[in-house]
């Protein structure tokens, strides 16, 4: 680590700045493209709207066997089966207990 570059605190300042204006510029991209899509979504077409017709065309794909439209209606009505690892190592376990000791007597 010694070919790190100590900052000032003016340089910190600076760098700090330019990544608050960017994060403001890509937040209010993200906010453009949601309302653009919530608007595309609400255009009528001839059997409703943009938002029903993918719908319908979602529920076709799932009822002819497509795995993955079978999915993403799952997980948006909200039934995504909870995914979880359990991971047993007894040495590892005393660790954390350990710092987790310490931590509370803090």
Same mark, same amino acid.
């Given at each position: 680590?010694?070919?790190?570059?100590?900052?000032?605190?003016? =340089?910190?300042?600076?760098?700090?700045?330019?990544?608050?204006?960017?994060?403001?510029?890509?937040?209010?991209?993200?906010?453009?493209?949601? =309302?653009?899509?919530?608007?595309?979504?609400?255009? =009528?077409?001839?059997?409703?709207?943009?938002?029903?017709?993918?719908?319908?065309?979602?529920?076709?794909?799932?009822?002819?066997?497509?795995?993955?439209?079978?999915?993403? @209606?799952?997980?948006?009505?909200?039934?995504? #089966?909870?995914?979880?690892?359990? @991971?047993?190592? #007894?040495?590892?376990?005393?660790?954390?207990?350990?710092?987790?000791?310490?931590?509370?007597?803090?």
């Amino acid at each position: 680590m010694s070919n790190l570059k100590k900052l000032t605190s003016e =340089e910190a300042r600076i760098n700090g700045s330019k990544g608050g204006k960017k994060s403001v510029e890509v937040r209010r991209q993200k906010k453009l493209l949601k =309302e653009l899509l919530e608007e595309a979504l609400e255009k =009528e077409t001839k059997t409703g709207n943009v938002a029903v017709d993918i719908t319908t065309a979602l529920i076709k794909r799932a009822k002819d066997g497509n795995i993955k439209a079978y999915e993403v @209606i799952r997980d948006t009505l909200g039934q995504k #089966p909870v995914e979880s690892v359990k @991971i047993e190592n #007894p040495q590892a376990t005393k660790v954390l207990e350990s710092i987790n000791k310490q931590l509370k007597k803090k």
